[in-house]
């Protein structure tokens, strides 16, 4: 026995979710039949790579593929900026293009003196040839008649060329990385305000190991090009347009002999160009998946360990990081055909200059110190081609990395701040809630909410109950702002949700929901995220007002306690109720509790209840829940299915008719006994 549990096996010709579909397809969530050999350049990538398939995978890994649940839809982790239409993609290099003047134009004096710096390390670098030919013609004769002077003045002059080179380099690094650090210090600090800009919605669809994954090896592979790779592409660039005008002015026929070589050089480097640039991009996507992988694995270790999921996460963490030995091997294989094309190229033309120019030398047309210098020049010519080759994987892999880091900054938020901001009226009575004619869907095809009405005054609690679907959690959403809806208003106080300052809609709801996240610190701190220019007393009178105070006082540091990573210190009741007590610290116009004392148990949801009462006492709340107990303090009840409102009254008038609370009522009166 291997004490594995038998899979149901599906009907034949059917997906996962049950919907039928045709052969050598996949459907995905919404039923959609999506042929994975659509894309050429899959199908290319198959015919050429079989490890690049993972449908031709044997065994319990055929289904790698669609480990995510997301197969038909490669565009579902991106932000929009970065689909994958050849508009989208033309427009996003064009989006990273100014994303890099915009984080290099603080720093244009010292790019500028940058630039002067390598100038001159290139010119010093470039007479060094020069003054061994003028060594050979100028020098050598004088020295042969008794006159060192001139070879002296040479050999001078070349010291003081190589300390120019040395003092110009190292001031052009010192200064390169300056510069660098400060663009990734901005850059890094641009995408974590993103992040943290971006709405709900988004976070919902753009998974944390794609986050990670911009914030670390997209960030990386920049931070690489910037500290060792950006001089010397810059300098091989500076070296081969100067060594080809030096080379045109000191021979003209030796120049042509070399500029033959210039088509093949162009042709092979606009081919590796081309193709590296879509094998880098393969990459950054590649690691992206190996990253959200072990993200989503870790954070949910508890499930993996429990469902013993460690040897099928462990296949699909090897598929996915299979996948990414094969991109990279892509874009290996590319170089190892430019380094050593360009190395041929190189060694070809210098065998041509080098029986072409003995033989001008020969004949007299040239002197044997032009012919050196020319054959120095050569070298500095064709192995900048070569470092080239080594660093543009760098330069591609970077310019993929500062692509997708600009398509998350190009995002714009779908819950947008207002232009002009309206103020929250001062004067009582706060916290008045409407819904105006609400209609909204998480998908335009599938609305929610559809044309919904409600009225809640200031100070009134109202309890929403219904079946799982119903549209609870969305009305708690919209009047948290995590949606706008697709029509109709929702309004507190008079103002349009839509009009009002984050920050001030943030300040006016608050939301606690079932999952309470707790960051790491005290307990105090936790409680203050609430409201953080709280003193230690307010902060002990909300948890006392709460309920909390006697669980907090009685752990070993009492409020200075440390709660360590998301709460984990602490029992899920005793989480719940700091969150209660950050709440109420905070004092909101209006509270919305999602399912909040779902994970009390009876003696603790009914000290927290009573808390509530006092919490909840002339303050507008939105509790939501499926415990019947917890609708005892509410001053209205609503019913909710399929996103309306079904039944509307105080919990004794919904009790005593014959509809839908009335039997949930009983049932719930008839399980206590």
Known sequence: MTGRVPRPRKPAGRDATGGRTRSGSTADRTGRTVNPDADPSRRRRRATDPDADPS??????????????????????????????????????ARSR????????????????????????????????????????????????????????????FVVATAVEYVTRRAFLTLAARIGQAVLLDLRRRVYAQ??????????????????????????????????????????????????????????????????????????????????????????????LVIVHFVESLRGIRAVQAFRREPRNQRIFDAVNDDYRVASLRAFRLIAIYSPGIRLIGSLTTAAVLGYGGWRVLGGHTEIGVLAAFLLYLRRFFEPMEELSQFYNSLQSATAALEKLAGVLDERPAVAEPTRPVPLPAAAPRGAVVFDSVSFGYRSATPIVSGLEL????????????????????????????????????RLDGVDLRDLADAELRRAVVLVTQETHLFSGSVAENIRFGRPD??????????????????????????????????????????????????????????????????????????????????????TALVIAHRLSTVEIADRVLVLDAGGIVEDGSPAELAATDGRYAALHRQWRTSLL
């Open 56 to 93: 031709r995978r044997q065994g319990p890994d055929a289904d790698l593929s669609r480990w995510r649940g997301r197969a038909t839809d490669p565009d579902a982790d991106r932000s929009r900026a970065e689909a994958s239409s050849p508009a989208a993609v033309t427009r996003l290099r």
């Open 98 to 157: 100014l994303l890099l003047r915009q984080l290099l134009r603080p720093h244009r004096r010292p790019l500028a003196l940058a630039v002067s710096l390598l100038l001159a390390q290139n010119a010093a670098a470039m007479t060094g040839p020069y003054l061994v030919m003028l060594g050979i013609d100028r020098g050598i004769g004088p020295l042969r008649a008794g006159d060192p002077g001139p070879l002296v003045a040479v050999a001078a002059a």
């Open 195 to 288: 992040f943290l800009r971006l709405d709900v919605g988004f976070h919902e669809r753009y998974t944390s190991g794609r986050m990670v994954s911009r914030l670390t090896s997209d960030l990386e592979s920049i931070a690489e090009l910037v500290d060792g790779g950006i001089d010397k592409l810059v300098l091989a660039v500076l070296s081969v347009l100067s060594v080809a005008g030096v080379l045109l002015w000191l021979d003209l026929p030796l120049a042509a002999v070399t500029l033959a070589a210039f088509p093949f050089l162009f042709q092979l480097s606009r081919w590796f160009a081309r193709a590296s640039a879509g094998a880098y991009r393969r990459t950054r996507e590649a690691v992206a």
């Open 455 to 490: 009225t809640v005054p200031a100070g009134q609690t109202v309890a929403l109950i219904g079946p799982t679907g119903a549209g609870k959690s969305t009305l708690a959403k919209l009047l948290a702002r995590f949606h706008d809806p697709d029509a109709g208003s929702v």
């Open 534 to 619: 709280a003193d230690d007393a307010a902060v002990v009178a909300a948890a006392r007002a709460i309920g909390a105070h006697e669980f907090i006082a009685a752990l070993p540091d009492g409020y200075a306690t440390d709660v360590h990573r998301r709460g984990g210190r602490l029992s899920a009741g005793q989480r719940q109720l700091v969150a209660f007590a950050r709440a109420f610290l905070a004092d909101p116009r209006v509270l919305i509790l999602d399912e909040a004392t779902s994970s009390l148990d009876v003696p603790t949801e009914r000290l927290v209840q009573r808390a509530l009462r006092n919490v909840l006492r002339d303050r």
